[in-house]
């Protein structure tokens, strides 16, 4: 009889833990929303308002391995930065090695004085650096060339640019890990308008996504700027949109 009336016991105490374990893999607040969307990665939303476009959600990506995670573009300011890294340092109990701008916007950048404020190394294409100092934006710290090889635990991730399309500067991320490309502002949700185009190069945005395509048709998640993430059609959707018919 006491069998019997341990298994309902334990059977709650089990799903009182995976409960807990679940609310830690996620955030829902009015600054900052956290998702997981594979083993190891998250997509984190912010948000800004625009004169153009009113209130946008700018998403950026969360890495981790081990005890280590690494982000791709900040929240769009310094108070939901710092929501961030205190909800990767606290609920994944990670140490945050890097923050990556993918361009020059404030979508990708404007929370970096936060992780500068911890001594949280940035790093940029060096056109983004030289970018962001012309408009007198937060600036990252550790600039390169057309790619750079970084780790995050003991898995690889790449950063890479392929040319020009939303801006002069973008960048994509890659974490084989997972899969998941990380294509920011140069790719776009499935549906989307073509966007703000103030910087952008669309006779070079198709051939630019279609290089980047070639590089990594493994991928199986897409994360774009804004909106849903999805698989490799939102490059095609991408191609697609900019296109000359």
Known sequence: MKIIFL????????????????????LNSEKLVIEKIAGHTYRHISYLNTNDFGKVGCNGMIV???????????PTDNE???????????ELQCKIKAVVATHFHADCLAGLPAFHERGIPSYAN?????LAKKIDAPTPLHGFGLTKELTVGSEK???TYFGEGHTKDNIIGYFPADEVMFGGCLIKELGAGKGNLEDANTNDWPQTVKKLKANYPATKIVIPGHGKPGDLALLDYTIQLFEKK
Request: hydrophobic letters at 55%; glycine letters at 2%; a negative charge.
């Open 7 to 26: 298994a309902p016991l334990l059977l709650l105490l089990s799903c009182a833990i995976k409960t807990t374990d679940a609310s830690a893999q996620s």
């Open 64 to 74: 981790t391995d081990g005890k280590e995670a690494v982000i791709f573009d900040t």
């Open 80 to 90: 939901a930065s710092a929501v961030l890294i205190n909800w990767i340092e606290n």
């Open 126 to 130: 060096s056109m983004t650096i030289a």
């Open 157 to 159: 991730f790449f950063l």
